[in-house]
């Protein structure tokens, strides 16, 4: 499967767009009433959505009595008309995964996180996508069924040598100037900061020996 915008399947659309934001709006339950927050967002390398909480916030006190919640991921920036741009709002359920790997992942995407993610009071979380609603322009709107969102793959050979490549491309790309940040998953993903832009790698890739050859 191509991983790119040009595809027809909702859900590679929709992973794209996720891959695509840092922020995201956070609905969660306050006594039966919607409560909408915003929050730093991030994905794992099965695209499912990655949350640094504190316990002092609302949001967080929420998901502890009801962990269902929605995040609105907003791609209308830019636009016009922001309402003939891509949206995608997840639905799941927000659960506490204080996973090392997930967390340096996290901090990778969002490195102002570092100086208060050791806090006792902020924790990771991830969220098991259940649905997912995608508005991806005038007359494409489509439901997207949570385990069509995740990737199939199993990308664990890859996201453990995450760390590795990144070594690779930085100490590959020093001499130009230019540093380059790999966000992990099986159709790798390229970022250059402070532009932020991303790139498909010509296959998928699940190995960190496979990765290196498309680099």
Known sequence: MSETRSSHDPAVFGRLLARGCTRAALATSLNGAPYGSLVLFAVDVDASPLLLLSDLA?????IAFDPRVSLLLDATEGRPDPLTGSRLTLLGRALLHEDPRCRERFLAHHPSSAGYASFPDFHLYRVVVERGHLVAGF?????????????ALDAGPLADAEIDILQHMNEDQRQHGSIFQLLQRPRSLLRRRPALRSFNLPAQCTSNAHALREL
């Not at 609302?58 to 929420?62: E, I, K, P, S």
């Open 139 to 151: 007359g494409r709107i489509d439901w997207i069924n949570g385990d069509d969102f995740l990737f």
């Open 58 to 62: 609302q949001h967080t006190r929420n």
